[in-house]
């Protein structure tokens, strides 16, 4: 560790050097990325005070450590720098002056009409010998003819004009080397394939709102969807009325490749395809506002959670439903609910009419046994306990409402009616009583024995079980339906 060093007051007030001839050749051509890698770079090594790490790049140019590693390889490339280690990344940055000789030394016999005919393609400067060594040195590495690299550089000398540097053109070299081009006759059958295209482009452009020509990009981007990807115009055109906000070429691309990914391929696909897009975000928004939220960005609800519900077969007006039923009982996050959706898939409840259905029976069902209440001589609400209770005195045991309601009257001005309820009706059970007028003969006869009164602790019931209706929805089973 040193001992002295520069404070941070005195390292924000210096500056960091950036080489005229790094801005010259290299800047022009680099995409923001690069920039920011190098710059950022070349920051650090003159600021050693600063935590350089890989990590720490990553993190404040938010970047991934791949964009980073592959920014380096580029500049290595270039002879901008070297790259000591890839794992742990350790970069040296090398003389931007150095990066201009050629490293290696070529035969001028073999290039002297090459560099001819080079030079005569820009009349209106001199070419560098650095120029010339990385044209030498692309042409021995990717075996194109050189007659076929002095067409490319034409095309993007007309495409760019004469201020086009060698970067640019390699780039433009390599990417068609990677489509298989390597003599003049697949060059012209690369510019065949980009006049083919002018009419489909003029479209493209018109339908982006693009004044102008196309950029090389744009046009490999085209052949791109229409070649590789199996695109029509009419299907290219479609997508393009899809897109939201400014429409360029890097956001058609990404929406292809988003269709492309799924599968969508036609006019009529890409309609339906936004067509549900719409129904579900209408959807979304409808369970918001009945959960009683608002989010602003609507993608991750409908990925996570609406197209999920809707492909279990639940229509759209069940969820609305179970989104209003869910505030009313307090459930307020889209995580709850989505338990109380997969309760009620269980149930087979997926229509608005069938969730509808069950709730009304559910309310009638809590009418009668707040009448039971009633006649108990309690006012309190309808609890889980008490659908439970009478759900085994109906279904179980088979008595009707009435012996049950006689009961009940029994049960007014005990302390606690429910547990004497419950009691007096497994006497009748067990004794097979089934009517009123069987309970009172059996009550009348001197032989008979009374339920007995036992003694329960007080019970404390929670708000959850104090709503009513739907209140312990997420405790549902089929025994409820």
């Given at each position: 560790?040193?001992?002295?060093?520069?404070?941070?007051?005195?390292?924000?007030?210096?500056?960091?050097?950036?080489?005229?001839?790094?801005?010259?050749?290299?800047?022009?051509?680099?995409?923001?990325?690069?920039?920011?890698?190098?710059?950022?770079?070349?920051?650090?090594?003159?600021?050693?005070?600063?935590?350089?790490?890989?990590?720490?790049?990553?993190?404040?140019?938010?970047?991934?450590?791949?964009?980073?590693?592959?920014?380096?390889?580029?500049?290595?490339?270039?002879?901008?720098?070297?790259?000591?280690?890839?794992?742990?990344?350790?970069?040296?940055?090398?003389?931007?002056?150095?990066?201009?000789?050629?490293?290696?030394?070529?035969?001028?016999?073999?290039?002297?009409?090459?560099?001819?005919?080079?030079?005569?393609?820009?009349?209106?400067?001199?070419?560098?010998?650095?120029?010339?060594?990385?044209?030498?040195?692309?042409?021995?590495?990717?075996?194109?003819?050189?007659?076929?690299?002095?067409?490319?550089?034409?095309?993007?000398?007309?495409?760019?004009?004469?201020?086009?540097?060698?970067?640019?053109?390699?780039?433009?070299?390599?990417?068609?080397?990677?489509?298989?081009?390597?003599?003049?006759?697949?060059?012209?059958?690369?510019?065949?394939?980009?006049?083919?295209?002018?009419?489909?482009?003029?479209?493209?452009?018109?339908?982006?709102?693009?004044?102008?020509?196309?950029?090389?990009?744009?046009?490999?981007?085209?052949?791109?969807?229409?070649?590789?990807?199996?695109?029509?115009?009419?299907?290219?055109?479609?997508?393009?009325?899809s897109l939201k906000g400014g429409k360029t070429f890097a956001k058609l691309d990404?929406?292809?490749?988003?269709?492309?990914?799924?599968?969508?391929?036609?006019?009529?696909?890409?309609?339906?395809?936004?067509?549900?897009?719409?129904?579900?975000?209408?959807?979304?928004?409808?369970?918001?506002?009945?959960l009683g939220l608002y989010y602003e960005s609507l993608e991750h609800e409908i990925?996570?959670?609406?197209?999920?519900?809707?492909?279990?077969?639940?229509?759209?007006?069940?969820?609305?439903?179970?989104?209003?039923?869910?505030?009313?009982?307090?459930?307020?996050?889209?995580?709850?609910?989505?338990?109380?959706?997969?309760?009620?898939?269980?149930?087979?409840?997926?229509?608005?009419?069938?969730?509808?259905?069950?709730?009304?029976?559910?309310?009638?069902?809590?009418?009668?046994?707040?009448?039971?209440?009633?006649?108990?001589?309690?006012?309190?609400?309808?609890?889980?306990?008490?659908?439970?209770?009478?759900?085994?005195?109906?279904?179980?045991?088979?008595?009707?409402?009435?012996?049950?309601?006689?009961?009940?009257?029994?049960?007014?001005?005990?302390?606690?009616?429910?547990?004497?309820?419950?009691?007096?009706?497994?006497?009748?059970?067990k004794n097979g009583i089934t009517t009123v007028e069987q309970a009172e003969k059996?009550?009348?006869?001197?032989?008979?024995?009374?339920?007995?009164?036992?003694?329960?602790?007080?019970?404390?019931?929670?708000?959850?079980?104090?709503?009513?209706?739907?209140?312990?929805?997420?405790?549902?089973?089929?025994?409820?339906?």
């Amino acid at each position: 560790m040193s001992f002295v060093k520069f404070s941070s007051d005195f390292l924000l007030e210096t500056f960091t050097l950036v080489d005229n001839l790094f801005i010259m050749e290299h800047l022009p051509y680099l995409d923001e990325k690069q920039i920011k890698v190098y710059l950022y770079g070349l920051y650090l090594c003159a600021t050693p005070e600063k935590q350089n790490t890989l990590d720490a790049l990553c993190s404040t140019l938010d970047m991934t450590e791949a964009e980073v590693i592959s920014a380096y390889g580029y500049f290595e490339d270039m002879g901008l720098c070297r790259i000591i280690s890839k794992s742990p990344l350790e970069v040296s940055y090398l003389s931007v002056k150095k990066a201009n000789q050629p490293p290696k030394k070529y035969r001028g016999e073999k290039w002297n009409d090459f560099n001819t005919q080079l030079q005569q393609l820009f009349p209106e400067r001199m070419l560098t010998p650095n120029e010339y060594n990385e044209y030498y040195m692309f042409l021995d590495s990717c075996r194109l003819e050189q007659d076929a690299l002095l067409m490319i550089v034409q095309y993007c000398i007309n495409l760019k004009g004469m201020g086009v540097r060698y970067p640019y053109i390699l780039t433009v070299a390599r990417n068609w080397v990677a489509d298989g081009v390597r003599t003049v006759a697949d060059v012209e059958e690369k510019l065949k394939e980009y006049d083919n295209q002018s009419e489909d482009m003029r479209q493209v452009l018109s339908a982006l709102g693009r004044k102008g020509g196309a950029e090389l990009e744009d046009k490999q981007l085209l052949l791109k969807w229409t070649r590789s990807w199996g695109y029509e115009l009419d299907a290219i055109l479609a997508a393009i009325k899809s897109l939201k906000g400014g429409k360029t070429f890097a956001k058609l691309d990404a929406k292809l490749d988003e269709f492309y990914r799924m599968s969508i391929f036609t006019v009529e696909q890409i309609r339906d395809y936004q067509a549900q897009m719409e129904r579900l975000k209408a959807l979304a928004i409808s369970v918001n506002k009945n959960l009683g939220l608002y989010y602003e960005s609507l993608e991750h609800e409908i990925e996570t959670y609406i197209v999920p519900w809707t492909a279990k077969g639940f229509d759209d007006g069940a969820l609305a439903r179970l989104a209003h039923y869910c505030y009313l009982t307090s459930v307020r996050t889209l995580e709850g609910m989505n338990n109380v959706v997969n309760r009620f898939f269980s149930l087979g409840l997926l229509t608005e009419a069938s969730i509808d259905e069950y709730l009304n029976d559910q309310i009638a069902q809590d009418g009668k046994i707040r009448k039971i209440i009633e006649k108990s001589g309690s006012s309190r609400q309808v609890t889980k306990s008490d659908r439970d209770l009478y759900r085994t005195w109906t279904a179980d045991w088979g008595f009707d409402d009435a012996l049950i309601l006689y009961a009940a009257e029994q049960a007014a001005g005990r302390t606690y009616p429910t547990p004497y309820i419950n009691q007096l009706l497994s006497t009748y059970r067990k004794n097979g009583i089934t009517t009123v007028e069987q309970a009172e003969k059996f009550v009348a006869a001197p032989t008979s024995s009374p339920a007995p009164q036992a003694n329960f602790e007080q019970r404390d019931y929670s708000d959850e079980e104090l709503h009513s209706i739907i209140t312990s929805i997420d405790k549902l089973s089929e025994d409820d339906v």
